[in-house]
């Protein structure tokens, strides 16, 4: 079914709406939730509160496109399910994600105003905006989807030292331009 029809469903409060948005996107909001959580019950529940948060959400909003909206949606809801299991000491499998991040981008702690916080973002943007596409997409696949590396070495054909390789150089370029711009990292 086209995402334009299934947010017709969504506008019109059918239920049907969420069967067809499980059947057309149910495995990459599994594949997105399953990335960063490593218990079957809580890639579950995040899956269905994905689908209940795009529920609340369409309408007002009329995303486009739909696959983005609601991977984005699964992948909140898992970060914020990681923290909270982490703050209990179940999960750790995000952890190799966020510290392979940590030495390019200043620590959450350092972005201490939310105007702070959107002016990195707006930062990190610029910098994803000037990298190659195939570049800018490695990088938001493995630091924003939690693909693993040996996931993304197999889609295209390389191996996973050289997709670690240029994620690194990645991130060093990302480190350079956040200090020549002022972030401290």
């Known amino acids: 079914m086209e995402d334009s029809l ?3 469903l969504f506008l019109e409060r059918s239920e049907r709406a969420l069967e067809e948005l499980d059947q057309k996107y149910g495995h990459a909001v599994k594949k997105t939730a399953s990335n960063i959580l490593c218990d079957r019950l809580d890639v ?3 899956v269905n ?13 009329r995303p486009d496109p739909l696959v983005s909206y609601v991977c984005k949606i699964a992948r909140n809801l898992a970060v914020n ?9 179940r999960n750790g499998a995000y952890d190799l994600i966020l510290d392979e991040l940590e030495e390019a981008v200043p620590a959450s702690m350092d972005v201490e105003t939310e105007a702070e916080a ?20 490695l990088f938001v ?4 989807y939690a693909d693993s590396v040996a996931e993304l070495a197999a889609e295209r054909g390389e191996s996973a030292n050289r997709v670690s390789v240029r994620l690194f150089r990645i991130r060093g370029k990302l480190r350079k ?7 401290a990292v």
């Open 6 to 8: 299934i947010i017709g």
């Open 44 to 46: 579950e529940e995040c």
């Open 49 to 61: 509160d994905t689908y209940l948060g795009c529920w609340n959400s369409i309408p007002p909003q």
């Open 81 to 89: 399910r990681y923290h909270a299991n982490r703050a209990a000491k």
């Open 118 to 137: 959107k002016e990195l973002t707006a930062a990190i943007d610029r910098f994803l905006a000037g990298l190659r596409r195939e570049d800018r997409i």
């Open 141 to 144: 696949r493995r630091y924003f």
């Open 177 to 183: 331009q956040l200090a020549k711009e002022g972030y």
